[in-house]
């Protein structure tokens, strides 16, 4: 019956003291924390380190159900991989604690409107993009890969796919990508 801990920032400059230390004083043994988006849960190793390690009766304790999941299909993913180990589900900032019926309910209440906060920030990210595109500000990434280069290297210096890719440090399809849009052209 162990109270396992698991903290996330979104990014490098976040600190994740504060959830840690939070974790612990809620008498967490174990506490797992990363640097990682919860928009999706590949990449999330930690997170499933400790998913694969709980047993039947311990409780994976966050601090916000946030710092979890972001969306309802990931929630309830993870949700059902706890009740099938016969674990539970606690977090130390709002009233969830899957050991109660409450707790269940509540905890599907946060689900959609962390979800909802989701969908909200990537509207206004979008909107924001779409004005700086129409005043000329937004041009995107710069592209990574020299076409041009790539076909001197093939044609000139007779290089195939696979040695220009190693070269410039890119994959063989953005290559071959290049090699045929320059036979459309």
Partial sequence: MSLYGY???STIDQDLTLQENALRAAG????????????RRDGRNELELLLAFIRPGDTLVVTRIDRL??????????????????????????????KSAAGKAFL????????FETNLRRERQLEGIAAAKGRGVY????????PAE???????????ATAIARRLGIGR?????????????
């Fill in 69 to 98: 999941a972001r969306s309802i299909k990931d929630l309830q993913d993870i949700m059902c991989m706890l009740k099938e180990r016969g674990a539970t589900f606690k977090a130390t900032e709002q009233p969830v604690d899957t």
């Fill in 139 to 146: 041009k995107g990434r710069r592209p990574s890969i020299d």
């Fill in 28 to 39: 967490c043994d174990i506490v797992r924390s990363e640097k990682v988006s919860g928009t």
């Fill in 7 to 9: 903290a996330r920032v």
């Fill in 150 to 160: 790539i076909r001197r290297l093939h044609e000139e210096e007779k290089i195939g």
């Fill in 108 to 115: 599907d209440m946060l689900g959609v409107f962390v979800e």
């Fill in 173 to 185: 399809a953005s290559v071959y990508r290049a090699l045929a849009s320059n036979t459309r052209s």
